[in-house]
């Protein structure tokens, strides 16, 4: 595709439920972002892969998310034992790593969790 | 739609120098302003947040302030450092929980 995509562009789950959020980056980029973004707290960095390893994982909020990313394309952001606080709007970008170009972050459109 | 408009695209200031970056954005109903820094292989760092009912914040060296009816944001460093060179992004966030990016300000500090 022409940019990034998440799936699904909703969801709505209960209390304690597990989830998964899905990023689909733009062809050819190594560099994909989690970002979380809660109203009251502005955008928050959770996790950054090169390639398919995570060198960033300093923003991920609590041992109840992971994130994996394979084959140095898809990426998904997993929730564990969801509490309503999790409620959020979780951003994807992706960018091209490259020795002296400037890297700009495309973001995907964002899932919006709602934990019930 | 909201459009969210950064000016300059790309600033060099020598080290020491006070600088501003603007933010306009079309839309004045927004929920809050935020300002970002983004560094080559890291994440976007929030820089500071500002609520709709807010004028400005401060943080260190930083000040963001915000016009809300003229749809306007500045931010403000004083004493510039080789390290405040990055590209600085504002976002306004709408009640619907959308966020809508600038398109950023390319910042070096010559030492």
């Known amino acids: 595709g022409a940019g990034v995509s998440q799936s699904p562009s909703n969801k709505v789950t209960e209390k304690g439920k597990d989830v998964e959020l899905r990023c689909d980056p733009i062809s050819g980029h190594t560099a994909l972002y989690w970002y979380r973004q809660s109203l009251g707290q502005g955008l928050e960095f959770l996790i950054y892969?090169?390639?398919?390893?995570?060198?960033?994982k300093s923003g991920l909020p609590s041992d109840r998310f992971s994130a994996e990313r394979t084959g140095g394309s898809v990426s998904t952001l997993t929730i564990q034992r969801t509490q309503q606080e999790d409620s959020a709007v979780y951003l994807c970008a992706s960018s091209f790593r490259s020795a002296g170009v400037r890297e700009t972050q495309y973001f995907g459109p964002g899932t919006r969790l709602l934990v019930l | 739609k909201q459009e969210v408009t950064q000016i300059p695209a790309a600033l060099s200031v020598p080290e020491g120098e006070n600088l501003v970056l603007n933010c306009s954005f079309t839309d004045s109903a927004i929920y809050n302003l935020q300002w970002f820094r983004q560094d080559p292989g890291k994440g976007l760092t929030s820089l500071l947040l500002?609520?709709?009912?807010?004028r400005e914040q401060t943080s260190g060296r930083l000040n963001a302030s915000l016009d809300k009816s003229s749809g306007r944001s500045t931010l403000y460093i004083a004493a510039s450092q080789p390290g405040d060179s990055a590209t600085y992004l504002c976002a306004v966030i709408t009640g619907a929980n959308n966020l809508f990016f600038g398109t950023g300000t390319r910042l070096t500090v010559i030492p």
């Open positions: 500002i609520q709709s009912s807010q």
């Open positions: 892969f090169q390639g398919n390893s995570a060198p960033d």
